[in-house]
């Protein structure tokens, strides 16, 4: 008699859940220290290399609410093995690359597998874990492990580069692929309890409104007033609103009814606004610095890249260790004040870093990274927590391809402006310099302007909420873990 199958455990499926998000984070910061050389390489001039750091978001941000839906309709497990598969398989593709339109378009599929990855990610650990201590513990290492393959990356890249930039993506390509052939035996299937028909026309509209932002955004780093980054921004303005039309209408189709890639009711609710414009403003102000700075202080300083990816440990590593201890704050700081005093932190460090950078010394940025980093940790673990619950339970990979729809919107149009301020006044060192400074000043400004907002999108009341249950649009459920 055969014996009984038994179903994967709980860790196991945190396991390879974490160490795939880690390999897709490891594979999202590699040009961040190779970038002057695989720049070199492909001929990329410097107008153009902000496509080589914006492909993977771009690929992220367009699909991961796409990822998130189709995960949840079909099923979390299918679409995390399949993107797992596909970022081996496009990470060698990016490692053959000959040009700098070949290696952005692996780069934009790299970040279309990594949404499978991360919007399936959470979904399967809400339906692994129920709520309590264990979730909370559960997307605590979640988030990071998001720090982690981001303090990984640039180390291993770094150290493969004295070789060849090739040679970094192939290794991170051969990681992806062990991932995906361990993956089948630790995850069990789930999926929404009521399925519906995909939405392509939502699917369809925000990817291309997407596309369009990201794009004119990057091009209008050469700028602003020419006649295609008009059309490009104003073409995403028209096809976002018909992607809230779209999702707006009447579902209803044959019978049965299309889910929609975000439910609009979910606006209604401070803790999920609060969720996305906590991941937005960690792209815009904090990833965005933190994937320009290696490339920065390669030029003003003449770091190497492994000088520079030791260096970059400081924020990283200090973001990975905090955001492990993080789940220790559970029921003392709810998610939405961990994630305020996360800006805060990151704002008073970037203005200690003011004028590091004319100082010739890296000693200098270390205070900063240091505190950066605690403030990013704290970011890493209260951020995938608000995902899941500020959504139906039922709807948790939606709720995380939102958040980091949001975050990687925020990344790349963040980069954009990241080294459009640092290079407003020239490329030389000592104009460099100068920039730097004024790019570490809007990231500040920006993670105060975080902080205030959050602090300001507190939770309904019990009233409140009965209230809106008994409005016409259905309103999703209190989460277990209610900010008070």
């Not at 160490?19 to 961040?32: D, G, K």
């Not at 369809?204 to 006649?227: E, K, N, P, S």
């Not at 301020?421 to 490329?427: C, E, F, K, N, Q």
Request: glycine letters at 10%.
């Amino acid at each position: 008699m055969p014996r009984p199958v038994r179903p994967p455990s709980p860790a196991a499926t945190l396991a390879v859940t974490s160490a795939a998000t880690a390999v897709a984070l490891m594979t999202y910061t590699a040009p961040m220290v190779t970038l002057p050389a695989t720049a070199a390489d492909l001929h990329t001039p410097l107008s153009g290399q902000a496509w080589l750091l914006n492909g993977t978001p771009l690929g992220l941000a367009a699909l991961l609410l796409v990822a998130g839906s189709l995960a949840d309709d079909y099923g979390r497990r299918r679409a995390f093995l399949a993107g797992t598969a596909a970022l081996g398989v496009t990470t060698a593709l990016g490692a053959l690359a000959t040009d700098t339109w070949l290696f952005t378009l692996a780069r934009v599929a790299q970040g279309a597998a990594s949404a499978a990855i991360l919007a399936s990610s959470l979904g399967l650990l809400v339906h692994a874990f129920p709520p309590g201590a264990g979730r909370v513990r559960a997307t605590g290492v979640w988030g990071a492990f998001v720090s982690g393959g981001i303090a990984v990356g640039p180390l291993l890249t770094g150290g493969i580069a004295t070789m060849s930039w090739r040679w970094s993506y192939a290794a991170l390509a051969l990681a992806a692929l062990l991932v995906a052939a361990f993956a089948p035996r630790a995850l069990t299937e789930s999926r929404a309890e009521a399925r519906g028909r995909p939405d392509l026309a939502g699917a369809l509209t925000l990817g291309l409104a997407l596309v369009a932002l990201l794009a004119g955004l990057t091009l209008g780093r050469d700028g602003w007033l020419r006649a295609p980054v008009w059309a490009l921004l104003a073409a995403a303005v028209v096809l976002i609103a018909s992607f809230v039309w779209v999702e707006r209408r009447d579902g209803a189709a044959d019978g049965h009814r299309v889910t929609p890639m975000l439910d609009l009711g979910l606006l209604r609710r401070p803790l999920f606004l609060a969720s996305s414009a906590g991941a937005l403003f960690t792209g815009l102000s904090v990833i965005a610095l933190f994937s320009y700075l290696p490339t920065l202080l390669q030029h003003t300083m003449g770091l190497s890249p492994i000088g520079t990816a030791w260096l970059f440990l400081a924020w990283s590593g200090t973001s990975f260790l905090v955001a492990l201890q993080a789940r220790r704050l559970a029921g003392r700081v709810s998610p939405r004040h961990q994630l305020a005093v996360g800006f805060a932190l990151h704002a008073a460090a970037v203005l200690t870093m003011l004028g590091a950078f004319g100082s010739g010394s890296w000693t200098r940025l270390l205070p900063g990274l240091l505190i950066s980093g605690i403030g990013g940790g704290l970011l890493n673990a209260a951020l995938p927590l608000l995902a899941v619950e500020s959504v139906p339970a039922q709807r948790a990979a939606m709720g995380s391809g939102a958040n980091n729809t949001a975050r990687y919107i925020g990344s790349a149009a963040g980069v954009s402006l990241m080294i459009a301020l640092s290079t407003a006044t020239g490329t030389t060192p000592g104009a460099l310099t100068h920039g730097a400074d004024v790019a570490l000043a809007v990231s500040a400004g920006l993670a105060v302007v975080a902080a205030l907002t959050l602090l300001t999108l507190r939770e309904r009341r019990p009233a409140q909420d009965q209230a809106q249950a008994q409005a016409p649009a259905p309103a999703p459920q209190v989460p277990a873990r209610a900010d008070r």
